[in-house]
């Protein structure tokens, strides 16, 4: 799973042109995947589903304690993270974020809906490359 979220970090910064770091791009992943959760589960389910999320992170990377998830589903304290991102002080905490979020996706909805609301948020993304992938792995 943490391949799958480290291959769409890479997408997200990618089609962000961004130049930071994959644990901040990871939170602009989530913000993605929003509405079309909010519309399968709602506002409240959604906010759940995130700081569910953002729990099981924090106990893997501490260095997002900071963090919150708003009443809306916003993230809440990412700012404050870029320096720390910057140091190489959150490596790995974007990947194990997003990583769980599918995780529980994957869990509670299954892997075809799931994959069908990361090919409907990333419509030029391949899975068939990131499914290979993992298949090698297992």
Not at 56 to 72: G, I, K, N
């Amino acid at each position: 799973m943490r391949v799958f979220a480290g291959h769409l970090i890479a997408c997200e910064m990618t089609a962000n042109k961004s130049s930071g770091t994959n644990s901040l791009a990871a939170f602009s992943v989530c913000e993605r995947l929003g509405p079309r959760l909010t519309a399968l589960v709602g506002h409240g389910g959604f906010h759940a589903l995130l700081a569910r999320v953002l729990s099981l992170t924090q106990a893997e990377a501490p260095a997002l304690l900071a963090v919150r998830v708003s009443a809306d589903g916003s993230w809440e304290g990412v700012d404050e993270l870029e320096a720390l991102a910057e140091s190489g002080g959150i490596a790995g905490g974007g990947v194990i974020l997003v990583a769980h979020l599918l995780g529980l996706l994957e869990a509670f909805i299954g892997e075809n809906l799931t994959l069908r609301l990361v090919r409907e948020t990333w419509p030029g993304l391949s899975l068939n490359d990131q499914i290979e992938k993992q298949d090698e792995s297992v």
